[in-house]
């Protein structure tokens, strides 16, 4: 027996018990004649002690030679410590060794294994399972089972089955590049790994499983935008003979039910706003509602005024930042830079300083009067105080650079607090966007689909203001959940891999096993996934998913630790039947989407 207990469990009500534990050698304080030891585990840290006129010499030597991250094993009495630590949940006790057994030995870490550590990320993934050891790493991993346990239970007691699909499959389309893996069996055949599981849970649909979820892998080979993983983690889900009313209520419950389990939040019904209310209002297709700053056209009002920047644009459009009548000029300058950036790409700002005492400021006096900044207050809904921000241009991309200035300020202000929840249903996407590099129609969501009903009558006429019957879940700004009610009969499914410009050919031989599967019998059904990862972090309180993942990739799709991707060997690219054969320039030239 290794253990008769673990390092977090012994406390004052053990006192006197003879006891064995296991685990790592966190710390050692060596005063000559007594010796410390911090012993650790998952599940805590103990004290040990060995004392020269308790322990016998050789024990004495033993545990001198004791280095950090040794694995040892101990037998011993628990006694009450002197001087105790409140902190911990062992803190009263300490474990009076009298034997002591070296499991393993340890070379020095690269760093240092306590909450806080000395080493940096890089290091850090390089000896990942050096960092898991650490508690702020453990216990979020711990933190991430606890979610999934919630989702598995509220998912089967609503009737759920998770069932497993596969990974060696067909593209599906998500609008991202596959990953791909060789045939040895099949020559010059290659599998694509799933970006999502999305065809095979439409196909369990067909074969009557009626409500199905899996917690499940899967693989987007895009740019590392911040904080994406090549391989990340979906709740996804699939129900039939539901409409989004259906798909929408009980996946709120899900996350209501997360919320209260997990951060014991209690949440108001999710507000529902469609996604041409939330571009206007936000200019994003994920607000963040936690504050307000909500958008206000002002055409009406800006232009005409012989301000020429402004009469030339399509969208004026401004915030009124909260308490910011009182930024400096420089902190002015400083937001006109930030805009200006080449990741943000506006033209400039304009403002107008609401001040305290009800007068009014702007960067653009020469043109507008105190009266004219004063209709800009009442639309912007600003208060004395406050600072009118505005952009003009071009309306979509205007709408994209204030919303990126608005999430900024967000940050900067502290506006954007981790214990604050606010989810939200946007709704009504549009079915398709026009991509003007390939001149073609794109889904925006995927190509299963389902326009709305009463859209149907612009499929003929027009298709890029058609309305999707697609939903997303957003929480705090992030879009933790997206999903849509699906196309389930073969003639429109064809009709839509029309729009999206497939020939009937091209759409039989990547989606025919679906259309087939469509003359079946498929009844109506509609789906959602969340991002996993995403989901947790946010319920944790935290931005970075990385944590949140046991071994996570680099921002260039590497794992630092085991050193992938890698180079095959001759042997096993024969045995695929592949030559390589590096081209130049392969990154740029041969990945288009
Ligand atoms: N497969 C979709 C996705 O990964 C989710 C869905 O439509 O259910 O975004």
């Known amino acids: 027996m290794y253990r008769s207990h673990t390092c977090g469990e012994l406390n004052a009500a053990s006192i006197g018990q003879e006891v064995k534990l296991s685990g790592w050698v966190q710390k050692i304080r060596d005063k000559g004649f007594m010796v410390w030891v911090d012993l650790r585990d998952r599940y805590g840290i103990t004290q040990l002690i060995f004392d020269e006129e308790r322990s016998s010499k050789e024990l004495m030597e033993k545990a001198q030679k004791l280095g950090r991250e040794f694995v040892i094993q101990v037998s011993g009495k628990v006694i009450e410590r002197e001087s105790k630590n409140t902190n911990i949940p062992t803190g009263e006790i300490e474990v009076l060794v009298d034997e002591v057994n070296i499991l393993n030995t340890s070379l020095t870490p690269p760093f240092t294994i306590e909450n806080e550590t000395d080493g940096g990320e890089d290091l850090r993934m390089k000896y990942r399972y050096l ?32 069932v497993e699909t596969p990974y060696l499959i067909k593209s599906t389309p998500e609008g991202a590049r596959d990953f791909v893996v060789p045939s040895r069996m099949n020559e010059g055949q290659f599998y694509a790994l799933p970006q999502s599981p999305q065809t095979f849970k439409q196909l369990l649909m067909v074969g009557g499983m009626d409500k199905y979820f899996q917690i499940v892998k899967c693989f987007r080979d895009e740019d590392l935008r911040a904080d994406r993983q090549p391989e990340f983690t979906q709740i996804d889900c699939e129900m039939a003979f539901v409409e989004q009313e259906d798909i929408l209520n009980i996946f709120e419950g899900l ?22 209310e939330a571009m206007k209002k936000y200019g994003n297709d994920k607000p963040d509602i936690r504050f307000g700053m909500e958008f206000a056209e002002l055409n009406d009002l800006a232009k005409n005024k012989g301000f020429n920047v402004f009469d030339q644009q399509e969208l004026v459009v401004g915030i009124a930042v909260p308490g910011a009548a009182s930024f400096t000029r420089k902190e002015i300058d400083k937001l006109i830079s930030w805009v200006k950036r080449p990741q943000v790409g506006a033209n400039g700002l304009v403002w107008a300083k609401y001040n305290e005492d009800g007068t009014l400021k702007s960067s653009v006096d020469k043109f507008y009067s105190e009266e004219d900044l004063k209709t800009w207050a009442e639309a912007t809904s600003a208060k004395p105080g406050d600072l009118i921000l505005l952009m003009a241009g071009d309306a979509n991309k205007t709408r994209t650079q204030l919303s990126a200035l608005r999430m900024h300020l967000g940050n900067e202000l502290g506006l954007r607090k981790a214990d604050e929840f ?172």
């Open 131 to 162: 960092d898991i050891r650490r508690n702020p790493v453990k216990n979020k991993l711990k933190f991430r089972h606890k979610v999934g346990m919630e989702v598995r239970n509220y998912l089967s007691n609503q009737d759920f089955v998770e």
């Open 422 to 593: 606010a989810p939200l249903w946007v709704v009504d996407f549009p079915l398709l966007e026009w991509d003007e590099e390939t001149n073609r129609f794109h889904a925006m969501h995927h190509p299963f689909t389902s326009p709305k009903k009463e859209d149907f009558a612009l499929l003929e006429t027009k298709l890029g203001e058609v309305r999707a019957n697609a939903y997303d879940l957003v929480l705090n700004g992030n879009e933790i959940g997206g999903g849509s009610i699906r196309i389930h009969d073969k003639e429109t499914q064809e009709k839509m891999f029309d729009y999206l410009g497939f020939t009937p050919e091209e759409a039989k031989a990547q989606f025919g096993f679906l259309m087939d599967a469509f003359q079946y019998g498929a009844p109506p059904h509609g789906g959602i996934a969340f991002g996993f990862d995403r989901l947790v972090a946010i319920l944790g309180g935290q931005e970075s998913i990385r944590d949140f993942i046991a071994f996570p990739k680099n921002n260039n799709g590497r794992d630092v630790m085991i050193d992938a991707p890698a180079k095959l060997d001759e042997a096993q690219l024969k045995e695929l039947h592949l030559q390589v054969n590096y081209l130049e320039e392969t990154s740029k030239n041969s990945q288009g989407k």
């Open 255 to 276: 996350t209501r039910h997360l919320l209260k389990e997990i951060n014991g939040v209690d949440v108001a019904e999710f507000p529902r706003m469609t996604y041409s």
